[in-house]
């Protein structure tokens, strides 16, 4: 039997956030209406960029206890692999479902048309189920995203 070195050691990393920096469009009792800015693919600096990118927002609900105004910048956290789980879940989830629907089609020897729709509808049917799943973890709380005042 060997003799534990610090070498053996586990050293667990503290949670990750990620931030980023948004702006409150509109205040409902204590809820925060967020819209975050989607960084672009080429770094979403736009003033050095030829190509007229569309820039692309999203809308998120959280709790205001910073008691934060309308118009007002802030910092939005949440936790590295909640951030990670839903991409997985609204971009990766959604596109297999495609590909199956279209693969079911291939398998019933459907036209290519039918094979496109089925896909469609497989989408479809995979983001109303999403749609129900963000409504329980909301209700949940599982995802834990916060809200803090903007230092720059």
């Known amino acids: 039997m060997h003799k534990k070195s610090s070498d053996d050691i586990i050293h667990i ?49 959280v709790d205001n206890n910073i008691n934060a105004q309308k118009g007002e910048v802030v910092e939005v956290k949440m936790q590295e692999k909640d951030g990670l789980r839903a991409s997985i879940i609204l971009y990766f989830i959604p596109f297999i479902s495609l590909l199956f629907g279209v693969y079911i089609a291939y398998l019933l020897k459907l036209s290519e048309p039918m094979m496109f729709l089925f896909g469609i509808i497989a989408t479809a049917i995979t983001y109303g189920i999403i ?14 995203i916060e809200i803090a005042k903007y230092n720059p």
Not at 13 to 38: D, H, P, Q, T, W
Not at 135 to 140: L, S
């Open 13 to 61: 990393r503290k949670a990750e956030f990620m931030k980023i920096i948004g702006r409150v469009e509109k205040i409902n009792n204590n809820k925060a209406y967020i819209s975050l800015l989607r960084a672009s693919a080429c770094g979403a600096n736009c003033e050095s960029c030829s190509g007229s990118c569309e820039t692309i927002t999203h809308m998120i609900e």
């Open 131 to 144: 749609h129900i799943y963000d409504k329980n973890q909301k209700k949940h709380e599982k995802i834990k």
